[in-house]
């Protein structure tokens, strides 16, 4: 069933079916309403003699349910007297069955079915009546008519006892009621609560009666009247079942007498909570003491009868001394009936024990808050370990709960506002403040700044008010049902609550005596309410009465009681000031004359202070302030305006000093607050100053400026100190003699998102919704520091050890910063999403991060750069939902977890490296839900348990074995809304979850029969909840920061463990034990087992665990450190932790990674393969000219069988494109004529003069450098290994196109490849993973030596004139190489050299040789350093770039440099040469050497690759953008030669005629390009956006040639090629197109949007025809239109079009564009199972055959991998075609019946439609994702991400 939390405490059951209406409930017979002159209400009054012909039944239909789940049902009812009366219910047990209870009087005995039950009912008497005395005397029923003097009655039903004591059935919900003449009905309502309708409000609250007993009094709407004086039980009856009455017949509905009723009820609530407090009690109190003092006294609880606990209607009096009574709500939860015992009294909800002192808050729902006392966990244990199931006829059951109770206090929060800023107030001693923070009212000492809270109010607090001695306080609460509270603020305890029937209460203001209250608000027509209460006796338990209430159109924005006179008021508002008065219930105004300034905004009114109420009214002035910055003087006895003040900017007379502020003309400062003393007025203004004035404003005397506008400002009652607050949350005060300013509390100003906890220093870093990281000290609550940033924080993370904390934002950034030196360490940008999540290993070597889209990564923290060491894409569960926490490390520091790469997988991977150890998948754990389950949160318990907590989507928290991934336990239920968030104790004995506004602790072992205790008081949903370090308390934020103390006792010791404990925990806890020395700390008892009073605090920063392998010696010059569970011993000297925290008996790390090679690893064998690791992890460069290849999913099918070379069916005629992806990947020779380029996988040679290529091909990943010989002969090509094998280069011989030789050594990608100038030598340089130079013979290629580098080489190059000398650059630097040879034995002698501290830390990136004797090398920031290769020194510098130079070149005394900022740029370096070496390296200015700059070229991406004659004059560059151009200095001229896409090509079509094709982008590009040349004929770009589809217009001329084009915005672009430029653009879809098709004859276009929808639109004037919504919800994967008579299958038409969606489903139109005439020919739907794997299924494709239209040829995701052949004419499939893989395109020729297959597998299939033949192609480097024939059938277009490969066609 649907959510049942509306239903509490209570469901009105004639105002939930609006009964009046008589639409959800029926009437037969005569059923009419009257006026009850006893009850004073309109009821209902059934008549008839037979009683089933005349009824009410509800709800009106059989098929219909109430639905309502409350275990009681009240009926308040009155017999007619002298008739019969029938009332029947039917009840839903949780079997299904329903079962039929029906009482009466006509029914003499009990009778029972297995469908039914029948009660007889007795009837009541008047008290004293003769038929009371006669049925006392014969212990016998009034079975039969009711007699004349019947009473009102309340009847009352335990539906669960009946279905189980009388079916043994477990009641699942009320169905239905039926109420049969003869009766009177006022009401039905059920409820969990078991009400006394005997006790009043006022009586429940004096003798604290609080829902956590489980009682209460009947809700006020359904109350009976008793007037005063008289007892309730005097003047009606009330009749529970199963009842205690002992007349006969029993088993009967009857009146129990009244001291068996009393102990009755007392079995049902726990014993009450304090002592009896002195109260004076009125008459009608005093009659029910005695009956009320058997309730609530405490007895033993019958064994046989678990006692109830339900929640209360009312909010419960919430008392906040500093003693201990917090906010705590038991959630009395129970497991599921096979694990409980089931008693004579089947009860779902234990109470909480009598001896403690937490105060238990349940709220009303109207409230917002009353909705959790339904929740109910229920556990599932799923390990074979034998599960203790409670025996029902078990004597001495009784079940135990989470102790101590509360487990929680509330200690401090950290917030100010809320709804509002202007609300702050002095007690009148001034020692103390009292403001709002969100639905909880603080008080603050401002001394100790110590805090007690009032709490009770279930949305933002809006208003506040004290009376003249502060001794009573009043509070609003915003929202649409505005509820005002009156508290006594001593005691803390509330006095009244009452509805204002207003929203948005803005104002409150108390006389000064407290026995007025008025309140302004907005009534429901948006118009001022102003209401004046009487609040007289409220402190003697007195009601609160209206006096008075006005609606008025005029603004009030303040209104204050006047402090002489209780009658009178003064309010101001836009345009006007007013004064009131309260006169014989009636509220008049009369308004101030303004004169001029009737139109201006007031702000706030104050009176100057007098002397108290003797001063006469004459002498009265009042102060109102505006926005204007006037300030106006008012008689208050005459109204009219004494004088006006203007508070303008002051003019600056020095640079120095500025002006003392005056009242002058001018532009004003608008004053927010004034607030008047009897000495000085003091204002608060929007430019932040708060200014106290002489009461003649002659000029300002002292000020204090604050960093937001000031919202208030109020004067202390003795003169001496000013409290001001700002809208930005900052609340201070103004000592006037010390003239010193005290910040009391600073605050963010929106939603806290995530805070993190230093342990050792008690620091709280937050990030917040308002921009800000803030750092705040835990024990004063002040902020340390604040880092503002235009970037939004997201999540943040503090270091476990060291001062620095980092912080994720929502543009993906990463910063790290250290807080001693206030310094930004580290940034990093490895995300393009929000930051999710962010954490330290505890051990403090590694973070990590996590991104909204997906990626992951690892950053080393044991350095101050924090630089990356892997980023994984596509491993995180994509969105925001997750943040702040997402990720969570194990204690011991090996796992990391998280939720991906789906919702629904959760993995843990290796901490140190990011490999994937396990995954689970959490969607499959229920089999029987019908939703699938996605996981929220995770988190590791500590790593003895060897346990991961994962929170899911159906309110569930799994128990997941981090070793296995096998489900150990489940519990359901956990919170009514889903866990935010969860996290557990060190020890493991307690679990803490988030849930909306709620926070739970729990068991962590759920043995207890309550498991969890609920605490409230947030009134947003919380964002993160964690234990504190040193486990003394907890931290919640959300609207606010709570901090509380966490009371639970410590681990017990050995001896004292119970059963339940598992081994784990006995080890740990016998380790801790001989930690503990037998000692009391702060006077409290470490292992007595019961709660303590306060959590203790330590008196130096909190010590941690050292677990070291040092030797006695280190650990004694170090000092020494101990730990226990509450810090009984603190050394004196504190130092840092030198090992990761870990138990006393820690497992072999490798014990967990037991699942992958490191099976049986010693510990000193891992601690071995650590530091190896370590040493040798990875850290990716930050620069671009390091080669990294593009992500791919796609894994190559190993097993595809490629055709033996001549027998292609099909052969590669052209690449189209270069990948700019490459590094080095251009070779072109001048003299010899060769070009060459690489594409994907495939070696491009071509030939300039023809444009014709050759293809070398041999690589299945992706090239990533390219090399040539000085006699261009050989080319050598690397590429990375497939399937994880090591990178593989291929020599290629030009001449043949053959594979002379293939070398596979580097373990990671190949950064460059080089030959020697004498051809001699071959060099191959790996990339950061595996930095390593390899030197090979050119004629053998058989390795001569290698040499591992210390760090990432970027570029290396031989010497053009030194046959033994080589250079590389890197990250450390420059490395001058020399080769020694010995014969056949060559040795790489090494040198490395830094680069100069001129340049900075930068990153050698590229180098070239110039002359004999330099070497130019070019930095990531844009320097060009020279080095005299003889010496190794850098002789000079200069700043070339502003960006990265990647790439270098060197012909003579010319120097070519290109960049990332595009820049191609041509040196004179000729002076180089006349530099010589200096004591330091020279720049260009110093040394006087000219450097000249000849010319510059921008180009249309960075620069990768280039290639120049000898002479420097011309040359080719490549670029990222995909490019290859031409570049001729002399005339200063730049051609393409080569052009390609840079990101994902969409589509690619020919035209009609094949003369051309376009292909589309995803960076908005649309291409056409010249068929037989592949020249880039035009290019069609829009901005930021995607183009996902494009088509060509149907054949006719060239001029009049069209392409569409479909947008990721919508839109339709229309193309004309004649003119190359766009004709129309078109908006049919609001989502992204996925398809568009012309129509056969061009008549319409077809387009069709991810949501389903296909438009059909006019290519002559753009409007959209037609739009078909028949595939409305699924994405359309497919559009085409062919031409065909459809007379054939009985429609008409002269062309068909069909569309396929991603829901496999395909339709088939017959259409007529010119008729208008377009019809559903067919609908084919194809079936497939469920789809569990990580990625989006297989497309759904289908297609005309080109020879018979007749024919459509379908392939998508289903039970098997195929093509189908479906016959319109025949409606059936006649054809199928297995495949071995799911296509993710595909193609149909128009001639020799080929289909052209591709796959995610990189694998491109040619299959004979007829025979099945086929033939596999590999020269793609990933997943295909389009391919077309060409309308002739002769060429087949293939698409790989942006490798675009034309084949010929030859056939099979």
């Known amino acids: 069933m649907a959510s049942k939390g509306w239903q509490h405490p209570y469901v009105n059951i004639f105002k939930h079916v609006r009964i009046e209406d008589w639409k959800k409930s029926s009437k037969e017979g005569d059923v009419s309403t009257y006026t009850d002159k006893k009850l004073k209400c309109s009821v209902f009054r059934i008549r008839g003699s037979v009683p089933a012909n005349s009824y009410i039944l509800i709800p009106k239909h059989s098929h219909q349910s109430l639905g309502l789940t409350g275990q009681y049902f009240y009926l308040l009812f009155r017999p007619t007297p002298g008739k019969y009366f029938v009332v029947t219910l039917d009840v839903a047990a949780e079997e299904g069955q329903v079962v039929r209870i029906s009482f009466s009087n006509m029914f003499k005995e009990f009778k029972s079915t297995p469908t039914s039950l029948q009660f007889p009912f007795l009837c009541g008497a008047a008290k004293d009546s003769v038929y009371e005395s006669t049925a006392k005397s014969a212990r016998h029923g009034l079975v039969g008519p009711a007699p004349t003097s019947v009473r009102w009655t309340c009847l009352t039903l335990d539906l669960q006892y009946t279905l189980h004591f009388y079916l043994n059935r477990c009641y699942s919900y009320l169905k239905s009621v039926k109420l049969c003449a003869n009766m009177a009905v006022k009401n039905m309502f059920t409820s969990d609560l078991l009400l006394d309708p005997g006790v009043s409000f006022s009586e429940a609250k004096l003798m604290g009666l609080a829902c956590s007993q489980g009682t209460g009094p009947i809700p006020r709407d359904m109350a009976f009247p008793v007037p005063k004086g008289n007892s309730w039980h005097d003047l009606y009856d009330c009749i529970r079942f199963p009842s205690e009455g002992t007349k006969l017949p029993f088993d009967s509905i009857q009146k129990g007498n009244p001291r068996q009723d009393a102990r009755h009820v007392s079995n049902h609530r726990s014993p009450i909570r304090e002592e009896s407090r002195c109260v004076s009690l009125s008459k009608p109190v005093q009659d029910r003491v005695s009956l009320i003092q058997q309730i609530t006294t405490p007895k033993s609880l019958p064994r046989n009868q678990p006692p109830v606990v339900t929640s209360i209607p009312e909010l419960g009096v919430v008392s906040m001394h500093q003693s201990g009574d917090w906010l705590c709500h038991n959630d009395d939860q129970h497991q599921q009936e ?26 009303h729902p109207e409230e917002g808050l009353g909705k959790h006392g339904e929740e109910s966990e229920e556990e599932l244990v799923c390990t074979p370990v034998a599960h203790l199931v409670r025996s029902s006829s078990s004597k001495d059951t009784k079940e135990q709960k989470l102790l101590p109770d509360p487990i929680l206090r509330l200690s401090r929060i950290i917030g100010f506002g809320g709804a509002t800023t202007k609300c702050v107030l002095w007690t009148k001693s001034g020692d103390a403040v009292v403001y709002p923070c969100h639905a909880i009212i603080v008080s603050m000492k401002i001394s100790s700044n110590q805090q007690r809270f009032f709490i009770g109010h279930t949305d933002k607090v809006s208003a506040l008010a004290f009376n003249g001695n502060t001794t009573v306080l009043a509070s609003a609460q915003t929202g649409n049902h505005s509820v005002v509270r009156v508290w006594n603020y001593n005691k803390g305890n509330c006095l009244a609550m009452f509805r204002i029937h207003a929203h948005s209460l803005s104002s409150l203001s108390f006389s000064y005596s407290g026995g007025i209250l008025c309140g302004v608000g907005k009534d429901s027509h948006s118009k001022t309410m102003v209401v004046v209460w009487n609040t007289l006796n409220v402190s003697k338990g007195g009601e609160v009465t209206i006096l008075a209430k006005a609606h008025t159109d005029v603004d009030v924005h303040t209104m204050k009681v006047a402090f002489f006179d209780d009658t009178r008021l003064v309010s101001c508002g836009r345009d006007n000031i007013r004064l009131w008065r309260v006169r014989n219930g009636t509220l008049r105004s009369c308004p101030v004359n303004l004169g001029d300034y009737h139109s201006l905004d007031f702000t706030d009114v104050a009176f100057e202070e007098g002397n108290s109420s003797y001063q006469h009214l004459d002498d009265r002035t009042l102060y109102a302030s505006s926005r204007s910055g006037h300030i106006f003087e008012i008689d208050y006895s005459r109204v009219v305006i004494r004088n006006v003040r203007r508070l303008s900017p002051a003019q600056q007379q020095h640079a120095e000093r500025r002006e003392k502020w005056t009242f002058n003309t ?5 004053i927010n607050s004034i607030s008047v003393s009897s000495s000085f007025c003091a204002t608060g203004s929007e430019d932040g100053f708060l200014r106290l004035w002489p009461l003649d404003f002659s000029a300002v005397f002292l000020e204090a400026e604050h960093e937001g506008p000031v919202s208030l400002v109020s004067v202390s009652s003795d003169s001496l100190q000013v409290l001001a607050a700002t809208s930005t949350g900052n609340l201070g005060f103004l000592d006037v003699s010390s003239r010193g300013y005290n910040t009391l509390m600073r605050s963010h100003t929106d939603t806290v998102l995530g805070f993190s906890v230093d342990g050792i220093r008690r620091h709280l870093t937050t990030a917040s919704s308002d921009g800000t990281v803030r750092i705040w000290n835990m024990d004063s609550l002040h902020q340390l520091y604040d880092f503002v940033s235009e970037d939004s924080p997201c999540s943040v993370a503090f270091h476990p050890s060291e001062q620095v904390f980092s912080c994720g934002f929502s543009s993906g950034i990463v910063r790290v910063f250290d807080i001693s ?18 954490a330290f290993s505890p051990d403090g070597d590694f973070m990590y991060s996590a991104g909204s889209q997906g990626s992951l990564a690892l950053y080393n923290s044991s350095e101050e750069e924090h630089s990356v060491i892997r980023v994984v894409c596509n491993m995180i569960a994509q969105g925001t939902e997750r943040a702040p926490d997402a990720l969570t490390v194990s204690s011991d520091s090996l796992c990391l977890a998280f939720v991906g790469p789906s919702e629904y997988i959760v993995t843990i991977a290796d901490a140190r490296s990011l490999d994937e150890l396990l995954h689970v998948d959490v969607s499959i754990l229920d089999v029987e839900s019908p939703r699938l389950d996605s ?20 309110n569930k928290i799994l128990w997941v074995s981090t070793k296995t991934g096998r489900l150990l336990r489940e519990v359901s239920k956990v919170h009514k809304h889903q866990c935010s968030s969860l996290a557990v104790s060190e020890d493991s004995r307690f679990l ?20 969890s205790q609920m605490f409230i008081g947030h009134s947003q949903p919380i964002r993160q909840v964690s234990f504190t370090p040193d486990q003394l308390g907890v931290v919640s ?12 006792n410590p681990a017990n010791p050995v001896g004292s463990l119970t059963d339940s404990c598992s081994r784990l925990r006995v080890s740990y806890s016998s380790a801790a034990k001989s930690a503990l020395p037998e000692a009391e700390v702060h006077g409290v008892q470490l292992s007595n087992g019961m709660p303590r009073q306060t959590a203790p605090l330590p008196t130096s920063p909190p010590p941690r665990l050292d677990v070291s392998t040092m030797d006695q010696v280190e650990q004694g010059a170090l000092g020494s450190l101990s730990l226990c569970d509450d810090t009984p011993t603190i050394t004196t000297v504190p130092v840092p932790a030198t090992g990761p925290a870990s138990s006393s008996n820690p497992r072999p790390a490798t014990s967990f990674l037991k699942v992958t090679e490191l099976v049986n ?28 290849p593009r992500f791919k999913t796609s894994i ?3 097993a595809a069988v490629t055709p033996q070379p001549g027998e292609e069916g099909i052969k590669l005629k052209a690449v189209i494109g270069y990948n700019g992806n490459g590094r080095g990947n251009m070779v072109w020779s001048p003299d010899q004529g060769l070009f060459a380029y690489s594409c994907g996988c495939v070696v491009v040679v071509e030939y300039l003069h023809t444009g014709s290529q050759r293809h070398l091909q041999g690589h299945s990943e992706e090239i990533s450098c390219l090399a040539v010989t000085n006699d261009a002969q050989t080319v050598a090509s690397a590429a990375g290994g497939s399937n994880g094998s090591r990178s593989l280069i291929c020599i290629w011989d030009v001449q043949t196109g053959a594979c002379r030789k293939t070398i596979s050594y580097h373990r990671g990608a190949v950064q460059s490849l080089a030959f020697s100038r004498d051809d001699r030598f071959f060099l191959s340089v790996g990339d950061f993973t595996d930095p390593e130079v390899a030197l090979w013979s050119s004629k053998t290629f058989q390795m001569l030596s290698s040499v591992s580098l210390s760090g990432p080489i970027h570029d290396a190059a031989f010497s053009p004139s030194a046959a033994s000398q080589l250079a590389c650059v890197g990250s450390q630097g420059v490395y001058f190489c020399l080769m020694h040879s010995h014969g056949l034995d060559v040795d790489l002698k090494v040198q490395r050299v830094r680069a100069p501290a001129e340049v900075g830390d930068v990153e050698l990136t590229a180098l070239c040789h110039h002359m004999d004797s330099f070497l130019f090398t070019a930095t990531n920031r844009g320097h060009v350093c020279v080095w005299d290769i003889e010496t190794q020194r850098c002789l000079m510098t200069w700043e070339a770039d502003e960006g990265e130079i990647g790439v270098l070149l060197c012909r003579g005394n010319r120097l070519l440099t290109g960049s990332n900022t595009r820049w191609l740029r041509l040196w004179e370096v000729e002076a180089v040469q006349g530099v010589k070496p200096q004591g330091k390296v020279s720049s260009v200015g110093d040394s006087g050497t000219m450097v000249v700059l000849e010319q510059e070229i921008m180009l249309d991406g960075t620069t990768v690759s280039a290639a120049f004659d000898n002479t420097m004059d011309m040359g080719i560059v490549g670029t990222t953008a995909g490019t290859l151009w031409y570049i001729n200095w002399s005339d200063s001229s730049s051609i393409r030669l080569v052009s390609g896409h840079k990101s994902k090509v969409n589509d690619v079509v020919f035209s009609p005629d094949e003369s051309h094709l376009t292909t589309c982008s995803e960076d908005g590009s649309v291409r056409v390009w010249s068929a037989p040349s592949n020249e880039l004929v035009v290019q069609f770009q829009v901005l930021n956006q995607s183009c996902s589809c494009v088509c060509w217009s149907p054949a006719s001329s060239k001029e009049s040639a069209c392409v569409a084009a479909g947008y990721s915005d919508g839109t339709l672009r229309i193309f004309r090629l004649s003119s190359s430029e766009m004709e129309m653009k078109l908006h049919p879809h609001h989502v992204s197109v996925t398809a568009v098709q012309y129509s056969a004859d061009g008549h319409v276009i077809l387009s069709a949007g991810k949501n389903g929808l296909v438009a059909i639109s006019s290519p002559v004037n753009g409007a959209t025809i037609r739009v078909i919504r028949d595939h409305k919800g699924a994405s359309i994967t497919t559009i085409q239109c062919v031409n065909e008579q459809c007379k054939n299958f009985g429609l008409e038409g002269n062309e068909m079009w069909l569309a396929a969606s991603a829901d496999r489903r395909v339709s088939v139109w017959a259409a007529d564009w010119l008729k208008e005439k377009c019809d559903l020919l067919d609908w084919l739907t194809f079936p497939a199972p469920a789809y569990f794997e990580d990625d989006t299924p297989p497309p759904t494709l289908a297609a005309f055959c080109p020879s018979d239209p007749g024919l459509v040829v379908y392939t998508g995701y289903g039970v098997e991998k195929e093509l189908s052949f479906y016959s319109l004419a025949k409606k059936q499939i006649i054809k199928k075609i297995a495949l071995p893989h799911w296509a993710t395109c595909f193609s149909l020729s128009s001639k020799s019946q080929l289909i052209a297959v591709g796959s995610k597998e990189r694998v491109l299939k040619l299959i004979k439609s007829t025979s099945g033949r086929f033939q596999d192609f590999l020269q793609h480097s990933d997943s295909l994702q389009t391919c077309h024939f060409s309308p002739s059938g002769t060429l087949l277009f293939t698409v790989a991400y942006n490798e675009i490969l034309l084949w010929e066609v030859r056939g099979l």
């Open 338 to 363: 096979s694990t409980r015992s089931i008693s004579h009294r089947l009860t779902p909800r234990p109470p909480c024990d009598a001896d403690d002192d937490g105060i238990h808050v349940f709220v």
């Open 666 to 670: 001018g532009p004003g400062i608008a």
């Open 821 to 838: 030196s206030a310094k930004l360490l580290a940034e990093h940008k490895q995300h393009r999403g929000e930051v999710v999540g962010l």
């Open 935 to 954: 996981a929220l949160k995770v988190c590791f318990s500590p790593a003895s348990t060897e346990h991961l907590l994962v929170a899911t989507s159906e």
């Open 992 to 1011: 803490l979850t988030a849930g909306h506004n709620a926070v739970k602790v729990w068991d962590y072992n759920m043995q207890l029969g309550i498991n």
């Open 1037 to 1048: 934020v959300g609207d606010a920061i709570f901090l509380w103390d966490f009371l639970a």
């Open 1161 to 1188: 690893a010693s510990p000193q064998n891992t601690s071995h393969l650590d530091t190896e690791f370590k040493g040798k992890t990875p850290v990716r460069p930050d620069c671009y000219r390091h080669f990294f």
């Open 1196 to 1198: 190559l099918d190993q």
